[in-house]
């Protein structure tokens, strides 16, 4: 079945902790994107990433890294987590996003609160 | 990209066509229209999308006002579970042909029993 897993699904931490929520999609797609998802502020892409090794940052970077080592996986990586980083997170991919006939499949999300 | 506007809430009633507003005044010639939804705090899903021309599938229909400065989704018979929050998204390529999905706050759609 052609899908996209996040893990965990939710996780609780603590300040200054680092933490990693794995991405990883079957479609042999080239994009992939992670967003975040905040009430009243809708979804907003922190980073995304084109094919292997190439990635930039969205709209809401700061506090986050990634990596795209294989094309498969699209780990996101909170190296000193803080509160404020606290939501709801998607991970997406897409075979290219640059034709009419992309569109991006959604991972299930992770669910992050930093104490 | 172009911005959209869509209302914040929206109701329809079982059975009946929701019929799905989203302003573009913006939309260049290069970018297309594209809805997905989200229930509850699923990862979002999507539905359909278009450029100039009208589109259709088993899920919806697109209809683009031929200036496409607006469009309308249409979930023909709706049910309880297109219940979900509905996003219009104008993107065109930004850089190396690739392109980005910026989600607004789109509408909540209620299907009434």
């Known amino acids: 079945e052609a899908q996209v897993t996040q893990n965990p699904r939710y996780l609780i931490t603590v300040t200054g902790k680092k933490l990693t929520v794995t991405c990883s999609q079957n479609m042999n797609h080239e994009y992939m994107s992670w967003y975040r998802q905040d009430p009243g502020l809708g979804l907003r892409q922190i980073y995304y990433s084109m094919n292997v090794e190439v990635t930039d940052k969205g709209d809401v970077p700061e506090g986050y890294k990634v990596s795209r080592k294989e094309k498969r996986n699209f780990p996101l990586i909170l190296e000193s987590p803080s509160p404020n980083q606290t939501s709801l997170y998607f991970c997406a991919s897409s075979l290219r996003l640059a034709s009419s006939t992309d569109t991006q499949y959604f991972g299930p999300g992770t669910r992050l609160t930093v104490l | ?113």
């Open chain 2, 1 to 113: 990209d172009a911005k959209t506007t869509q209302p914040p809430s929206m109701d329809c009633a079982e059975g009946r066509a929701a019929n799905l507003p989203c302003n573009h005044s913006t939309i260049s010639g290069n970018e297309y229209v594209y809805w997905y939804r989200q229930i509850h705090s699923q990862g979002p899903q999507y539905i359909i999308h278009g450029l100039k021309n009208n589109e259709t599938n088993e899920m919806a229909s697109l209809i683009i006002t031929e200036d496409r400065k607006s469009s309308t989704l249409i979930l023909p018979h709706a049910t309880l579970r297109d219940t979900a929050v509905y996003y219009c998204i104008v993107t065109g390529p930004r850089g190396a042909g690739s392109y980005q999905l910026t989600f607004g706050k789109g509408t909540k759609l209620s299907v009434i029993p």
